[in-house]
């Protein structure tokens, strides 16, 4: 699967980069959301992962230009800090696909985006 | 002779002035040579602290996924070893490690506490703590509480009592991070005040499961700090403790409204058969605000003894003491609302008002 990860803190995108490249995943790193809107067109992943708050364009904005533009449903899990569940509840409005909440587990992660690989089955 | 006078007078003043030009000039010039040393100074560390952002980074994402194997050795590749050496260089890796600690859980956290270990990022972090500023005590403390470090434990512990605010309410807050309930032995000595902000961090800090022995409560119930009879109150009204009711009851008597007010809270909550009778004796000498939580209490905890006690609160010269008299009667008297509109004059103010909230309140 291609995966766009758009996360400002380096060591945090890094880190879901390398476990996601572990699973075997192509990995398109973007440290602000103006750059992965950009990417997003560029390269139509097959799943988004996106942190909230980030500079120029917000999480949110991510995936209101997402839903917006229409064509493939691309799925996005949202990645939040503990507290923000009014934005959480923002974002599943906006059409986001699921979240997990910070400090997480990567490995967690790992499995939440086994979810939406089409090649892999949970049982 | 005067002409010359003025003369030599002029001269002095107009070469005094001159001088001043000069020193103020020359101050204005190392000030400026000042600012931009430092502007400088500040932008080269700015850039060094970007350029390493990088393969910090790296090395962090590569440890949090070293399997156990793996973080039996701790092989890391820093490239050029001589930056270990070098502060800047450590204390932004301290800050990344922390920063990734705190954003993740599992087993990420164990590698990146050993990383922490290998690297005596800890050491870094107690020189911190030892340091005589105090903003920079705190920061030590806030990396080793993060990263778990119980061994430093005993230096914390004296720093429970600083006579900063800061350092001892961070040192507080790392002994209930390391140990839970049982880190709160630090209330067996602090003579400083527990600002109420703090109290409730205290509380929050303290999520795990709850513990088999609270015994200590009872002596702190006792402690001659006001701010530690407060917040023990405040934690056996958390923790539900049957246990230390008489110890409660003693506490209505103290001078402090705040004690006096947390007794009031637990006993909301926990009420016995005695407790209308009790709180009723403090209610004399209580201001407006225990007054208030005492007729609160009486709503639940309260029987038709306590009857006529609220018929003569319903004379009180102060309408928010009569409004809530009048609330609990209402729940008290068997005829409940139906009592009040014969025994008052329902239609005069302020009882009309009282009456419409009562009903309001009990509709909804």
């Not at chain 1, 990995?27 to 750059?35: F, N, P, T, Y």
């Not at chain 2, 630090?186 to 015994?215: E, M, R």
């Amino acid at each position: 699967m291609t995966i766009l990860v758009a996360e400002d803190e380096m060591i945090m995108l890094k880190t879901i980069e390398l476990r996601l490249k572990k699973d075997g995943h192509e990995v398109i790193s973007c440290q602000d959301g103006r750059e992965a809107i950009l990417k997003i067109g560029e390269f139509s992943p097959d799943l988004i992962i996106t942190d909230i708050m980030m500079p120029f364009s917000s999480g949110l904005e991510i995936i209101e230009t997402v839903r917006k533009k229409g064509g493939k449903k691309i799925p996005i899990i949202v990645l939040s800090a503990m507290g923000q569940e009014n934005v959480v509840l923002e974002a599943f409005q906006l059409g986001a696909d699921d979240y997990i909440t910070k400090p997480f587990s990567p490995n967690e992660l790992s499995m939440r985006v086994k979810r939406y690989n089409p090649s892999s089955v949970i049982l | 002779m005067h002409g010359s006078f003025i003369h030599i007078f002029f001269e002095m003043n107009a070469y005094k002035f001159i001088s001043a030009i000069y020193i103020s000039l020359l101050a204005l010039v190392l000030l400026f040579v000042f600012i931009l040393g430092m502007v400088i100074y500040k932008k080269s560390i700015e850039r060094k602290r970007k350029m390493w952002r990088d393969p910090i980074a790296t090395i962090i994402s590569q440890v949090i996924f070293f399997t156990e194997e793996e973080s039996e050795t701790f092989d890391i590749d820093f490239g050029n070893k001589k930056l270990l050496q070098n502060d800047l260089f450590r204390q932004c890796l301290i800050e990344e490690v922390i920063h990734a600690r705190k954003n993740l859980t599992g087993t990420a956290t164990t590698n990146l506490k050993k990383l922490y270990e290998i690297l005596n990022l800890d050491k870094d972090s107690f020189k911190k703590v030892n340091s005589k500023r105090w903003h920079i005590k705190v920061k030590g403390l806030q990396e080793l509480s993060v990263m778990e470090q119980v061994k430093y434990v005993k230096p914390i512990f004296r720093l429970t009592n600083n006579k900063n605010e800061l350092v001892r309410a961070e040192a507080q807050s790392a002994l209930i991070s390391f140990y839970g309930f049982p880190g709160l032995r630090f209330l067996n000595i602090t003579t400083y005040p527990i600002s109420q902000w703090h109290q409730i961090q205290l509380l929050n800090n303290l999520n795990g499961p709850k513990p088999d022995n609270l015994d200590s409560i009872k002596k702190w119930l006792r402690s001659p700090n006001e701010s530690v009879i407060n917040f023990s109150l405040k934690l056996a009204t958390f923790y539900n403790c049957y246990n230390v009711y008489e110890s409660v009851i003693n506490c209505l008597q103290h001078p402090g409204i705040q004690v006096r007010l947390g007794a009031l809270d637990y006993l909301k909550k926990m009420p016995r058969e005695d407790t209308p009778e009790k709180i009723i004796e403090i209610y004399p000498s209580g201001n407006k605000k225990i007054k208030l939580l005492i007729l609160d209490i009486l709503k639940e905890a309260g029987t038709e003894k306590q009857l006529l006690f609220l018929l003569k609160q319903l004379h009180n010269a102060d309408n928010d003491i009569k409004a809530s008299a009048a609330k609990t009667l209402s729940c008290l008297h068997p005829l409940g609302t139906a009592f009040l509109q014969t025994h008052l004059f329902a239609d005069e103010n302020p009882w009309k008002a009282i009456f419409l909230q009562i009903e309001t309140e009990r509709a909804a």
